[in-house]
């Protein structure tokens, strides 16, 4: 049986985020979650509105991440430098989903959004390029490595990187085309 030790808001407060999350997840501690959401909360609500076309999704979806994380919490690489593991699931997990859930303007006619994707592919660097069009063609990440000689786990790093340049780049410009 572990025992816990009441503790006051500022003695959470000071705690490390590696101490935090031990409480959280060996000693279940709820309140202890409640304080890395303090923390980071608006640092990930930032990171949302990037990807949303409004405060209430960019909040709704920084919500989500956070439920989504408390359950990878038991994750050891989450304990050491949260800050960096928790921009990393928030890019890799979180805006996956934001990613598919973008809502594209109903006036925005196909040949202006092709015009933005083109525009967008065309500002990447070439292996992000390559790696996009093999993917956008539904090859697989072996395939892709065949023909570009790249490991596979680069190219999902390229991958990743592209798809999300291209999402910023739809979404910072495809307003001024309507």
Same mark, same amino acid.
């Given at each position: 049986?572990?025992?816990?030790?009441?503790?006051? +808001?500022?003695?959470?407060?000071? *705690?490390?985020?590696?101490?935090?999350?031990?409480?959280? &997840? $060996? *000693?279940?501690? +709820?309140?202890?979650?409640?304080?890395?959401?303090?923390?980071?909360?608006?640092?990930? *609500?930032?990171?949302?509105?990037?990807?949303? $076309?409004?405060?209430?999704?960019?909040?709704? !979806?920084?919500? $989500?991440?956070?439920?989504?994380? @408390?359950?990878? !919490?038991?994750? +050891?690489?989450?304990?050491?430098?949260? %800050?960096?593991? !928790?921009?990393?699931?928030l890019e890799s997990y979180g805006l996956a989903d934001a990613s598919s859930k973008l809502v594209i303007p109903e006036p925005f006619a196909h040949s202006q959004k092709k015009? /933005?994707?083109?525009?967008?592919?065309?500002?990447? +660097?070439?292996? #992000? %390029?390559?790696?996009?069009?093999?993917?956008?063609?539904?090859?697989?990440? $072996?395939?892709?490595?065949? /023909? &570009?000689?790249?490991?596979? #786990?680069? @190219? %999902?790093? !390229?991958?990743?990187?592209?798809?999300h340049r291209i999402r910023t780049y739809f979404l910072t410009h495809s307003y001024r085309h309507q």
């Amino acid at each position: 049986m572990k025992v816990t030790v009441n503790i006051t +808001p500022s003695e959470y407060r000071r *705690l490390s985020d590696e101490e935090l999350i031990r409480r959280y &997840t $060996d *000693l279940h501690e +709820p309140d202890a979650i409640n304080y890395l959401f303090e923390r980071y909360g608006h640092l990930v *609500l930032g990171t949302c509105l990037k990807y949303t $076309d409004n405060a209430n999704k960019a909040k709704r !979806l920084a919500e $989500d991440v956070f439920v989504k994380m @408390i359950n990878d !919490l038991k994750d +050891p690489e989450s304990h050491y430098h949260f %800050k960096s593991w !928790l921009f990393h699931y928030l890019e890799s997990y979180g805006l996956a989903d934001a990613s598919s859930k973008l809502v594209i303007p109903e006036p925005f006619a196909h040949s202006q959004k092709k015009k /933005v994707m083109e525009d967008a592919m065309a500002e990447l +660097p070439a292996d #992000q %390029k390559i790696c996009v069009e093999l993917y956008e063609k539904n090859n697989s990440y $072996d395939a892709i490595a065949s /023909v &570009t000689g790249y490991p596979v #786990q680069r @190219i %999902k790093n !390229l991958l990743n990187v592209g798809m999300h340049r291209i999402r910023t780049y739809f979404l910072t410009h495809s307003y001024r085309h309507q």
